[in-house]
Each structure stands twice: as structure tokens, then as C-alpha cells.
């Protein structure tokens, strides 16, 4: 069942070596400041876990995996540090992604907007369903995809991500997804997503850990400087949030 907290709800549970991140809100697993800053620090205490060698992240529900920030936050932002706090939730959330030492496994069952195709691309690999399209729309707001553009140009490369961002308005469906290296497997179902990632992440869990940590941060290589990098953008971010532009839009969407 969908959680109802106007501050979302986080859970993990641990079992056989294999820790499930599971996160939700009711507007459509959006996230507000406190939920983000709660995953964030998730990561990092699973990090230092012994006990866990792989963790998945999963929302809740069989539709949206995640439709970025909140909108109703995003609104409220009056000033330069609101607007720098604000879009730094999702910096620190893909810097502890990257800094983790286990392997995270991203399950996604359903569309994905903004910052949560930044949450799938701070996977080390994703197993997603035919459902999941994914879209950038920050352009029609009066923003860009400043903070996750380092994680999702990573994944996606250059071209792919002009692609995507640039159109803010259209979906790119999950093969598409699957092709420009976003997602590693893509199901017809959830039931048989969860199968085989069940099986994967199971299997995956008794491999060496030492050798998975080593091997992630080989994975991860140059990206020392998001720790800076990302904060910056969120900062550029916050700066045209308050623009007259994106204000006036915003009041419209409100409508």
C-alpha cells in the first residue's frame, strides 16, 4: 500500500547480504527536502554495513518510479539558499550513490521524470520494465538538469542526453532506455522483473565484496570532484528557480 506521509516514507530491509531501499510519496514517489536527505544518509550507513555486499533501490507501487523533486517545494523557494538547499537534495543523494562501497541495483517499474532518472543513472546497473519511459522536463519550467547532468551524461553520453533534454516534452520509452546504456535488462512485467532480479541480486551478493568495492570504484573513476561539482550546479539551479520566468510558469502549472 502507497504511502500517505506528506514527507514520504523510507524503509530498508536486509536479507541474505542484499539490503532493498524502498522509498515513496504520495505524489507520485516525488521527492521533498527530508526524504531525500533521509536516502542520502541511508547510503552512506549501508556503505559501512558488513553485513550487506549488494543494495536495491525500488518506490513503491506498480506505477511511477519517481517524478523528481517536489513540485509544491520547488514553488515555496524564495530565496538564493532556499533555491541552493533545495537542489542540493538530489547532489548529495548521487554523490553518497557514488561514494557507497556496495553495488547498487536500481528497480524501476514505471515512468521516470527529472531527478529520478538521475537516481537511475547513480545506479551501478538497472533492471527496469517495459513501463518505465523516462523524460527530462526541466526546460518547461525555466530550469535545466544541471545537477543529475553529470550522472546521466555518464550513462547516456552526450548525445543521448542533448537528445532527451532537449525535448523536454516527450517520452522516451524504455528500449530506448535500454539501447543508449540507462538500463541493463528491461522485463515485459513486474513479476518477472523481480524474478530475475531476485535471482541476480542474490547471486551477485556472494561474490567477493572486497573485489565488488574495488571494482566499483575503478567503475566510478574521475568523478572525485562531484563532491564540489554537484553542489555548484545546485546552486546555478536554485539561481534560476527564482527567475521571473520560471516563477511565472510555475504559478501557470499551479492553475
Known amino acids: 500500500m502507497a504511502t500517505t506521509r506528506p514527507n514520504g516514507s523510507l524503509y530498508t530491509k536486509i536479507e541474505n547480504k542484499v539490503a532493498t531501499i524502498e522509498f515513496g510519496h504520495p505524489a507520485s514517489n516525488s521527492f521533498v527536502s527530508e526524504l531525500l536527505d533521509r536516502l542520502a544518509s541511508e547510503f552512506s550507513k549501508l556503505s559501512a554495513n558488513k553485513d550487506v555486499t549488494v543494495i536495491i533501490l525500488k518506490s513503491e507501487g506498480d506505477s511511477t518510479f519517481c517524478a523528481g523533486a517536489s513540485f509544491d517545494e520547488l514553488v515555496a523557494v524564495s530565496t538564493l539558499e532556499e533555491g541552493k538547499v533545495f537542489f542540493n537534495g538530489f547532489a548529495k543523494v548521487i554523490n553518497a550513490m557514488r561514494a557507497c562501497s556496495k553495488v547498487i541495483v536500481g528497480r524501476v517499474q514505471g515512468k521516470t521524470v527529472g531527478g529520478g532518472v538521475g537516481l537511475a543513472a547513480a545506479c551501478d546497473i538497472v533492471y527496469a520494465t517495459e513501463s ?16 543529475i547532468e553529470p550522472a546521466v551524461e555518464r550513462k547516456l553520453g552526450t ?8 525535448c523536454p516534452t516527450a517520452w522516451k520509452n524504455a528500449y530506448w532506455a535500454q539501447e543508449k546504456g540507462l538500463f541493463a535488462k528491461v522485463y515485459d512485467s513486474i513479476s518477472e522483473l523481480d524474478k530475475e532480479l531476485d535471482f541476480y541480486t542474490n547471486s551477485l551478493s556472494q561474490y567477493n565484496p572486497q573485489a565488488l568495492e574495488d571494482w566499483k570504484k575503478v567503475l566510478w573513476k574521475n568523478t572525485d570532484h562531484w563532491h564540489d561539482l554537484l553542489p555548484e550546479r545546485a546552486a546555478i539551479t536554485g539561481k534560476l528557480a527564482l527567475s521571473v520566468f520560471t516563477k511565472n510558469t510555475l504559478e501557470k502549472f499551479k492553475k
Do not use: H, N, W
Not at 132 to 147: M, Q, Y
Open 132 to 147: 518505465a519511459s523516462i523524460r527530462l522536463s526541466e526546460l518547461t519550467i525555466g530550469i535545466a538538469p544541471f545537477v
Open 159 to 166: 548525445a543521448a542526453l542533448s537528445e532527451l533534454s532537449l
